[in-house]
């Protein structure tokens, strides 16, 4: 679990260049969800 201070944040952590690796990664070795939740 992340957290991130606001959602514009966490939005430009998910689609910057440094995450893109991992998701990348992830795709391809596994069956995931990712939930994006504000306010919790």
């Known amino acids: 679990?992340?957290?991130f201070p606001d959602?514009?944040?966490l939005e430009a952590f998910y689609h910057?260049?440094?995450y893109?690796?991992?998701i990348a990664m992830?795709?391809?070795a596994t069956?995931?969800?990712v939930a994006l939740v504000?306010?919790?």
């Open 1 to 3: 679990m992340l957290e």
């Open 26 to 28: 992830r795709q391809a």
């Open 20 to 22: 893109a690796p991992l």
């Open 7 to 9: 959602m514009a944040r």
């Open 38 to 40: 504000e306010g919790v």
């Open 16 to 18: 910057g260049p440094d």
């Open 31 to 33: 069956v995931s969800r």
